[in-house]
């Protein structure tokens, strides 16, 4: 008996692999939706970027002088920072924003309501930098009028000068009215101890004493007169300074190292040859007239060096110096700096493309889904489920 042959065929075997060139055929049968796509795209883009707003960008400079920087009091607030640094801080405040408001008429061209909007509007169109090679500060602002743009511009050098001359003119008031409180207390305090002097001389009846013993007095009187001087300074210094400044520290070491010559010479430990005769050395008899006698000295010179702090700070209130050097004002640009249509169309013809070919493709596996039995019992379970939860 010959073994019968089973006569089922075998299951077909289906090819999964992807043929390209027939996808590429479809793709390619799908151009004309791809291209209607990608031209809506592009026409959409082309009418945003022309319906922008075209803006003129203005550009002014200044250079700030850095070692006038480092001894201002300006300097104060911004220890830790560049001087770069703190004409950006002094740029972006809120006091030369108002100024720059008030010189544009900001209110008025941006229609502002009040003047917390102008200055975010004002924000917006402003920009400032620091060069990276050349250490300029840079001033940049947009608008769609040019001249209005350099206007603006302009306007913050003018607005930063006038906001650094207040300052500046503020601490040396202030430094000025310390030294001046000082001055009237140092001539009442001579006046007393003149006074105190001529009493003394009259009890005692001490007309004149050694040329060694008067240079010994000065020289004491003299020190004890700058030690005082340094101290009022380094009080005014600090209205402005904080303790960490370098200016505060070389005023304090100054201090010391006089306070120690000071003691020295009282002491009478510079003893040396040809030196000053110490308090600890001079005549019993006398000693009590040369206190008085060194005491006048001392007013006498505190008063000298005080006189001259003070025109100091006299004449730093009526000038104030210019701490940055304009290096281009802002000139009106003749080309707008925004948008970059170029740039933007070439964009939009780019996302058309991508879009295009995204809308064959779903296109192509919206008709497989349809096309496939049970790809279409899927969808109709889905929208099943969907009128179901309704």
């Keep these: 008996m010959t073994a019968r042959v089973s006569e089922n065929p075998l299951p077909p075997v289906h090819d999964e692999s992807i043929d390209l060139l027939k996808l590429a055929a479809t793709f390619l049968a799908e151009w004309k939706l791809g291209f209607i796509v990608a031209i809506i795209v592009f026409l959409l883009g082309l009418i945003i970027t022309f319906s922008m707003t075209s803006l003129f960008e203005a550009t002014a400079s200044l250079l700030p002088h850095e070692s006038m920087v480092q001894t201002n009091s300006l300097a104060a607030m911004f220890s830790a920072k560049s001087p770069e640094d703190m004409y950006l801080g002094l740029l972006e405040s809120r006091s030369v924003a108002d100024q720059v408001i008030d010189r544009t008429d900001l209110m008025r061209i941006f229609h502002a309501k009040n003047r917390t909007m102008a200055r975010a509007k004002l924000k917006d169109a402003s920009k400032f930098t620091i060069g990276k090679e050349d250490t300029l500060v840079h001033i940049r602002v947009r608008n769609a009028d040019a001249k209005k743009a350099a206007d603006i511009a302009n306007a913050y050098i ?99 190292r006089l306070t120690e010559h000071e003691r020295e010479l009282e002491s009478g430990a510079n003893n040396v040859v040809g030196a000053a005769l110490p308090t600890g050395k001079m005549p019993e008899a006398n000693l009590e007239y040369l206190r008085k006698y060194r005491e006048v000295k001392y007013h006498e010179a505190l008063l000298t060096a005080l006189a001259t702090q003070y025109e100091t700070a006299h004449f730093a209130e009526d000038n104030s110096i210019t701490q940055f050097q304009v290096v281009d004002r802002a000139a009106v640009p003749e080309r707008k700096s925004w948008p970059p249509r170029l740039i933007f169309l070439f964009l939009s013809l780019i996302f058309g493309g991508i879009i295009g070919s995204g809308a064959i493709v779903l296109r192509i596996l919206v008709r497989r889904i349809y096309a496939d039995p049970i790809q279409r019992q899927h969808l109709h379970a889905i929208r099943e489920s969907f009128r179901f939860a309704k």
């Design 158 to 256: 003018d607005a930063l000068q006038s906001q650094q001359e207040s300052m500046s003119e503020s601490q040396a008031r202030i430094r000025r009215i310390i030294f001046e409180k000082e001055m009237e207390e140092e001539k009442e305090a001579l006046t007393s101890a003149e006074i105190d002097l001529k009493k003394d001389q009259e009890a005692s009846g001490l007309v004149q004493i050694t040329s060694q013993t008067e240079l010994g007095l000065t020289a004491i009187a003299s020190v004890r007169a700058q030690l005082t001087s340094l101290q009022v300074q380094l009080a005014a210094l600090l209205t402005s300074y904080t303790e960490d400044s370098p200016q505060v520290k070389t005023l304090r070491s100054q201090i010391m």
